[in-house]
């Protein structure tokens, strides 16, 4: 009767406690390419980034984005920043309208931050006709001279042509 109702509890706990999904943090990428791929406008992507509220006020650094699919087919844009139009402030986003490449679905996503100020971004969400909407949360610093980001693709893009 003991072992009935401890397995009856233990049902209990296990039932009633919440699954939490592990959020994964965005990780360096010290050998990322950009890929030739980019001179193709075929397709256009929505690029909306949102800074932080507990980033600097705003910056001056220079940032820059790539992201594709597991086909190799990727969107590069060398330069994103633009200080006198008071891009990245705290609290706010940015939204772009990038051309590249027709992809698959996005799987990865790098950012590249040069510069003093300091940068971070809370999100960066991609909207493509061809593919579904993705959103990568940053929530953290991004380091200075290193492509910083995700990949959900099966197997890096390492062997794309040098930047």
């Known amino acids: 009767m003991k ?4 397995l009856l509890s233990l049902l209990i706990i296990f039932a009633s406690s919440e699954a939490r999904p592990i959020e994964p943090l965005p990780q360096p ?15 256009s992507y929505t690029v909306d ?36 139009s008071r891009t990245f402030e705290s609290c706010s ?9 027709c992809t698959y679905q996005i799987c990865y996503l790098y950012l590249y931050r040069s510069g003093y100020d300091g940068w971070k971004p809370e999100s960066v969400t991609v909207y493509g006709y061809y593919t579904r909407s993705i959103s990568f ?9 290193i492509w910083y980001g ?14």
């Open 137 to 145: 949360y940053y929530n953290t610093w991004i380091p200075d001279d």
């Open 49 to 84: 980034i949102r800074t932080s509220c507990s980033s600097t006020r705003y910056t001056r650094d220079q940032i820059s984005l790539a992201f594709g699919d597991a086909y190799g087919n990727q969107v590069y844009a060398p330069r994103l920043d633009d200080p006198y």
């Open 93 to 101: 986003t940015d939204t772009y309208t990038l051309y590249g490449p």
């Open 29 to 43: 990428h010290r050998s990322f390419k950009v890929n030739a791929t980019q001179n193709d406008r075929s397709c």
């Open 3 to 6: 072992a009935v109702v401890f």
């Open 150 to 163: 995700f990949n959900y693709c099966n197997a890096a893009s390492d062997s794309k042509s040098a930047m």
